[in-house]
């Protein structure tokens, strides 16, 4: 910012959010306050290159109920557990959507979580699913519902859609599987483009860093983005 202002050029702001990891919540508040801005620039790591697009996520608990019984007695309960296993091989058996640019949607079965003690047939058991999604989700959301079937239930807890983005020329370009704010931005703060220094590969890892070059680098291609964005538009 500072560089563009010892350069003369006007007309352009920042903006800062909270709650990207999460729900996006500040995303969708400034999206009730935007400012007639022609453009935004959402800052991730990209290796600093123009990220044609980023994948959407669709995030799901997936519950299953029994009955408990005393293990030694199995027929008078019903396993929550084994329901819950039976749903999600039916899950993971998806055929889930492919994109052209985006490339294929993913599955994570990140959390699992059951039962009260070895002795006894579980009540309850639940698992936390995440998909990264290359579209809007409707088809993989009656895919999950089919899978279910009668072992379990969906409950879903967070819905983004992918995102195509724009290439400027000039600027070198990638395609990211995560999920940004940008779908709650909902455009009202302009045409959006996502760029920013570091690898997502080392992100929430022990090991996470950006290179110093990197940021240095990312000092002179925002300005870059900026006047050329203003010149061009």
Known sequence: ARGLLDGGVRGFGLLFVVGEERNSAGAWEAARQNRGSRFLINGEPTGNKLALGSKGALRCEVVSTGRMAHSAYPELGESAIEKLLDALEAIRKIALPVDPVLGPSTLNIGLLSGGRAPNVIPDHARAEIFIRLVDDGESTRAALQAA??????????????????GSLPGFE??????????????????????????????????????PKQELLDAVQIYQQLVKQLKATY
């Not at 072992?151 to 967070?158: C, D, K, Q, R």
């Not at 995560?178 to 009202?188: M, N, S």
């Not at 045409?191 to 929430?204: D, E, N, Q, R, T």
């Open 173 to 210: 370009t990638m395609v990211v599987s995560y999920t940004t704010d940008i779908p709650a931005f909902e455009g009202k703060w302009g045409k959006p483009f996502l760029l920013g220094p570091g690898s997502i590969h080392v992100a929430h890892t022990t090991e996470e860093y950006v």
């Open 148 to 165: 279910a079937g009668k072992n379990a239930h969906i409950e879903e807890v967070l819905s983004i859609p992918a995102v195509h983005l």
